[in-house]
């Protein structure tokens, strides 16, 4: 079951990609953020189907390092604005 959700969130997780790359200059760090999250996602539903709880672990320090990698990237595209 949670590899059926894994899979569903693949096509979501794609646009996200395509948008964070090609996107408006503007709304990439909205696309990044999503990318995260859904990558975040991903990492609990396959730690959950393999049992394997040290990925959760992965996903929660990817989500902590989240917004301080937007702001990062915020700051440095806004000197090409």
Known sequence: MYWV?????LPPLLVGAIAA???????RPLAIQ???????????????AMQQPS???LA?????????????????MERWM
């Open 34 to 48: 999503f990318v995260g999250t859904l990558v975040a996602i991903v990492f609990v539903l396959i730690a959950l």
């Open 60 to 76: 929660l320090a990817l989500t902590l390092l989240g917004l301080p990698g937007t702001l990062a990237y915020s700051f440095y």
């Open 5 to 9: 959700a894994i899979i569903a969130l």
């Open 55 to 57: 990925y959760i672990d």
């Open 21 to 27: 790359r090609r996107g408006p200059l503007r709304t």
